[in-house]
DNA sequence: CCAAAAGTGTTGGTTTTACACCCATGG
DNA sequence: CCATGGGTGTAAAACCAACACTTTTGG
């Protein structure tokens, strides 16, 4: 049985929850969407299979990946047996996205409105976003997406974004201030004609890549 | 590469929390303990592959399984690259448990006192008792392991052998009934030199393999 | 001075926890 | 009559949801 991996990247740009996709150049499902993923090589590692194949079909490279489920359907992909294993991310949007030989377009779609995909991909995308927001409100991942340095107002638009539900302005900064995961910086953003906001970063130096329980579960 | 099913079957005998393993009679890991499972046949589903090695190593049938993991890693398997996609089952304890060919002494092993495993089943096994103790508290699982008809004492048992914690027999009492997925029956327990127990039954009539989202999360 | 986002506490309602006694039975 | 588990309610504490005004800035 051949063994592929698929990558759900998430991202959030012009105040939308976005997947990364590809455009099939090849049959099987020519000319529709799918996800990034591909082969295993002999030897590899899944997730750095996950990695490769990302870079290779959209330049998107050096993401935390988190593994969530393995689709291993008889009938899945019409060349054969092949047992996908997925992962799924959340990424800052300014990567620049690069189409690969067989793999055209890749771009950002809105998750609330998907094109036709091919295999079983819309059941995968399904089940990440059950698994992002579950983690949203359990883990830090939140901080993957945002730069270094970050309102709390931006913070809270990832949540909003995500869970896809309006959050109390009030009730979210208590909350995220007693978890003690922010710090406050000497600095401030200042942009647009109105008071300048407190720029916060994660307190932990490795706020990449180390999942914290933060038990959020917000409203 | 190949596929693999490996099973974590857990159930509660002699008040405690307990896992099938078998003994492994061949190379690798001759003589060590392992969780049941083996290769996928073309064409076969995972799962199905999952029970077909279930029953054949160990004799236990006819179980509700659930996927969590696929462990990948390139030398996890001493014959060369094997993927093993896991599922984990909470089951009755009666189920007679028979050896097979290449594996012996399936036998059932306090998860708190496991010997030593063979391939990376330990890793596997904790996973599985993390999954396993969320979906108790958040899904109908713990009748998988009740019969037809149980008391509330049997099923807060279920709960506090899984979660290794004691809970209050009031509390757990009123949030159980404000569930409403419980209705009493005509019957009570009778054992024993004290007042029989009233018997309960699961409402929904598919009390099998249909999870709700229950929300106990309890203390 | 106006518009726009930043920032900040309190209250009422709900949920959760802690806790102790009487009941029905068998031996 | 004694030992054993079955069964039940309440009060205090913790938590959560709802809510509005003042501040700082740029234009």
Known sequence: MRVAVDAVVFTIMHDELRILLIKRKYEPFQGK????????????ELEHACQRELE????????FLKQFGAYGGVKRDPRGRILSVAYFALIRPE????ASFDATEPRWHSVYDL??????????????LRQLRYELQTTNIAFQILPERFTLRELQQVYELVLDKKLDKRNFRKRIKELRILEETAEHKMEGAHRPAQLYRFCTPAHQNIRKK???FLQ
């Open 95 to 98: 990567q620049k996205l690069i």
């Open 33 to 44: 969407y799918a996800l990034p993923g591909g082969f295993v090589h002999a030897d590899e």
């Open 56 to 63: 290779e079909e959209t330049n998107v490279q050096q993401i």
């Open 115 to 128: 094109p036709e995909l091919g295999f079983d991909h819309s059941k995968i995308i399904a089940d990440a």
């Open 214 to 216: 933060v038990n959020v």
